[in-house]
């Protein structure tokens, strides 16, 4: 990150000054781009810029025009929500990269760490809910989202191929019904999706949540952000010797608080959608592309399977039906 060409961007972009000293920091985070913390005199900020391929162990390949549907994201939220985004400072579309706010991680945590340290806040989990109901019933009402977000090109490579059709290779038996539920997903096109929304990506912000990573960001199925939130509240229960109730208590008020928000269709057929997705993303994070690394034991991984499978095959019509059958086996 710290070559000529960056350094000649954030110049362009009058975030550096020619001749002052710049430090490049790599930060942590997920497995798709390259986050760097910028140093120069009396300011810090973020860069990030996107990877052709991600870093996993399989071949994983998306498009690099994901940071600008990424940054697109950012500014639209930061309308309705202005709180629940980092503010974009500048771009570079030509070199696939952004520059972002910097939010000092002691003051904004992350919440799957929270979460991993069973630090369960229902009262976030809600906020997290209201918000994603707000970024959704906003855009579901904006008819411009649709040419704006035109991402499945994105979309498909890095969602709906390595979660749900990879599962579907893993588990042949299942593979017609993951790609059925992979062609509803991409039909219901209604709303402004981040396409991300997992705790990795989440700040506990001093105002309430923080979303970041949009990179999948679409003109799509708000079922796909909810689902996706509610799966990781689930595997966190799945690790041995941790009590599933808390997170199962987070589960049910981020949807409860949610539910008010849906108005662009009946609620009843959004979250039929979304309970038929949630049990294929649960497995998907055991037997996909990217399965996720706190499930270490394979007696750990075998308990999403027993319990994901089934729902697949026959989901129930709500997605608090799922979290109760997952508290009570």
């Not at 940071?67 to 309308?79: I, S």
């Not at 952004?98 to 976030?124: G, H, I, S």
Request: charged content about 25%; aromatic content about 8%.
């Amino acid at each position: 990150m710290a070559d000529d060409a960056v350094l000649a961007s954030l110049r362009r972009m009058g975030l550096v000054k020619v001749g002052e000293p710049v430090r490049l920091s790599p930060l942590t985070g997920g497995v798709s781009s390259d986050i760097h913390l910028v140093e120069a005199p009396g300011r810090r900020f973020c860069i990030k810029r996107a990877l052709a391929r991600l870093k996993v162990a399989a071949v994983w390949e998306a498009p690099l025009g994901r940071n600008a549907a990424e940054a697109a994201w950012m500014r639209e939220v930061g309308f309705w929500l202005p709180h629940a985004v980092p503010r974009i400072l500048g771009e570079d579309v030509d070199l696939g990269l952004f520059a972002m706010e910097f939010l000092p991680p002691e003051r904004n945590p992350v919440w799957k760490a929270e979460l991993l340290a069973q630090r369960v806040d229902t009262a976030f989990a809600a906020r997290v809910g209201h918000d994603l109901g707000v970024i959704h019933a906003r855009s579901a009402r904006d008819p411009a989202i649709a040419s704006h977000f035109a991402n499945d090109g994105t979309f498909v490579p890095i969602r709906i191929e390595p979660y749900l059709l990879a599962t579907g290779k893993a588990h042949p038996d299942l593979a017609s019904r993951l790609e059925a539920i992979a062609q509803t997903t991409l039909a219901n096109k209604r709303a402004l999706v981040h396409g991300d929304v997992s705790p990795k990506n989440i700040l506990c912000g001093v105002d309430g949540p923080v979303f970041l990573d949009a990179e999948c960001a679409c003109h799509g199925d708000p079922a796909f952000d909810v689902a996706f939130c509610l799966n990781h509240l689930m595997l966190k229960g799945a690790r041995r010797g941790v009590a599933r109730e808390a997170y199962r208590d987070a589960f049910e008020a981020l949807v409860e608080a949610y539910r008010p928000s849906i108005d662009w269709e009946p609620a009843s057929e959004f979250e039929a959608r979304a309970a038929a997705l949630l049990p294929a993303l649960f497995l998907a994070r055991v037997d996909g592309k990217s399965p996720v690394e706190y499930l270490a034991g394979e007696d750990e991984r075998e308990v999403v399977r027993r319990f994901a499978v089934p729902l697949v095959t026959r989901p129930p019509a709500d997605l608090l039906s799922i979290a109760n059958a997952w508290t009570c086996p």
